[in-house]
């Protein structure tokens, strides 16, 4: 079992940047997938962003160039540091951990961007 905690969430004025937290429990983080999904309202949740346990990252074409995605495998923790926010990216942001073919997600935190 995999347990999340995400933090970090906010209001912000559009153009500004948040940095959004995932602690993870285990031992072996190093070796999970780890992403970001958001969900707004009246909306399916999607995909943001992605790190692969080999270092590899992987961007919703809607954040690329803006968003980036780090972990650190030291403290069981993955970032996304969110930059040139826009009304659009209003959701809730979940954290996910694929590890051993299952998926863990944390309870979201809010992000809310005013234009």
């Known amino acids: 079992q995999v347990q999340l905690v995400e933090s970090g969430g906010g209001l912000v004025q559009a153009g500004g940047s948040l940095r959004l937290s995932c602690a993870a429990s285990?031992?072996?983080?190093?070796?999970?997938?780890m992403g970001w999904f958001r969900q707004a309202p009246g909306k399916e949740r999607e995909f943001v962003a992605a790190?692969?346990?080999?270092?590899?990252?992987y961007y919703a074409d809607s954040v690329k160039g803006r968003f980036t995605i780090s972990r650190d495998n030291a403290k069981n923790t993955v970032y996304l540091q969110m930059n040139s926010l826009k009304p659009e990216d209003t959701a809730v942001y979940y954290c996910?951990?694929?590890?051993?073919?299952?998926?863990?997600w944390g309870q979201g935190t809010q992000v809310t961007v005013s234009s």
């Open positions: 790190s692969w346990s080999g270092g590899n990252t």
């Open positions: 285990g031992r072996t983080f190093s070796s999970y997938a």
């Open positions: 996910n951990a694929n590890f051993q073919g299952s998926h863990y």
